[in-house]
């Protein structure tokens, strides 16, 4: 069973930083695209960033120059480095990969468990 386990979550003031993480594991064959979600309540999950297996990335355009995507493809591990944090980025973020399972074979996303952001003063 491929599981995604979420890490790094938390409070912080605003301008602050905070690094997720995200580790893939079980019968994986590969992984193609990485990406982060976030949903704040009231309001329709949106994508954040994403990464293709070759490193390639795009970004939500109230988070360019601020928040950096990256994965280490040895660890099955993505990050998204968050700096300079403002109230607005405050939601619960999702980790979401597309994985090719060794067994059974298959083919789909996966996502996260969700961690909470919250940045306040």
């Known amino acids: 069973q491929v599981q995604l386990v979420e890490s790094g979550g938390g409070l912080v003031q605003p301008g602050g930083s905070l690094r997720l993480s995200c580790a893939a594991s079980g019968s994986i064959a590969s992984i193609n695209a990485m ?4 949903q704040a309540p009231g309001k ?16 939500l355009d109230s988070v360019k120059g601020r928040f950096t995507i ?7 591990t993505v990050y998204l480095q968050m700096n300079s944090l403002k109230p607005e980025d405050t939601a619960v973020y999702y980790c979401n990969a597309n994985i090719y399972s060794s067994f059974p074979y298959s083919f789909r996303d996966y996502w996260g468990q969700g961690t909470q952001v919250t940045v306040s003063s």
Not at 35 to 38: D, S, T
Not at 52 to 57: E, M
Not at 70 to 76: E, M, T
């Open 70 to 76: 990256s994965r280490d493809n040895a660890k099955n």
């Open 44 to 59: 329709e999950r949106e994508l954040v960033a994403a990464i293709t297996s070759v490193g390639s990335t795009n970004y």
């Open 35 to 38: 990406r982060w979600f976030r």
